[in-house]
T-cell receptor, first 116, second 114 residues
């Protein structure tokens, strides 16, 4: 149980385009989902926290207009990188916390974004 | 500021041997959770073990156990009978009770040799 999927696993796009990444909890309801960014050989940095039906809370330094997050249902959150640039190339990971749970986050397999 | 420190960037161990990964953290909170996550080459983050700060008993999950020293703010992970599949990055993480935010350490790359 507690499986989280992400789609796509890899995406390559041209500079200036927008890319949407989906995060789904497959076998549980997630009231809260989290989006992280991981640079090569580095740790995970939290970008934002999204709660179902409300606006996401962004970490300091993360541009909310550039990284649009939508959490429209208890099993789906999306991250849209708008007007992507090469410096947005990274590994993006989502996680989900089970409804009714207060501690453990379950992680998706990640999405590698390459902006040319 | 709350921080998590993993002082060992890389470790190696021979198959079937035991290895201990270090983690220290800094916080003024009294109630919190601690986690060890594994990230194999597939990049999928996998929860290895969790510990609640109010529990004095060290958590154990099969070959994985922790040594939680609350006063010293230390949370080391011991892997017994190491297997080739244990080769991965290991991240220590901390979360206070009153926030959603997981704070990760910089990770330790573990290589298990045959």
């Amino acid at each position: 149980g507690a499986v989280v999927s992400q789609h796509p696993s890899r995406v390559i796009c041209k500079s200036g385009t927008s890319v949407k990444i989906e995060c789904r909890s497959l076998d549980f309801q997630a009231t809260t989902m989290f989006w992280y960014r991981q640079f090569p050989k580095q740790s995970l940095m939290l970008m934002a926290t999204s709660n179902e039906g409300s606006k996401a809370t962004y970490e300091q330094g993360v541009e909310k207009d550039k990284f649009l997050i939508n959490h429209a249902s208890l099993t789906l959150s999306t991250l849209t990188v708008t007007s992507a640039h090469p410096e947005d190339s990274s590994f993006y990971i989502c996680s989900a916390r089970m409804a009714g749970s207060t501690d453990t986050q379950y992680f998706g397999p990640g999405t590698r974004l390459t902006v040319l | 500021a709350q921080t998590v420190t993993q002082s060992q960037p890389e470790m190696s161990v021979q198959e079937a041997e035991t290895v201990t990964l270090s983690c220290t953290y800094d916080t003024s909170e009294n109630n919190y959770y601690l986690f060890w996550y594994k990230q194999p080459p597939s990049r999928q983050m996998i929860l290895v073990i969790r510990q609640e700060a109010y529990k004095q008993q060290n958590a154990t999950e099969n070959r994985f156990s922790v040594n939680f020293q609350k006063a010293a703010k230390s949370f080391s992970l011991k892997i017994s009978d190491s297997q080739l599949g244990d080769t991965a990055m290991y991240f220590c993480a901390f979360r206070p009770y009153n926030t959603d935010k997981l704070i990760f350490g910089t990770g330790t790359r573990l290589q298990v040799f045959p």
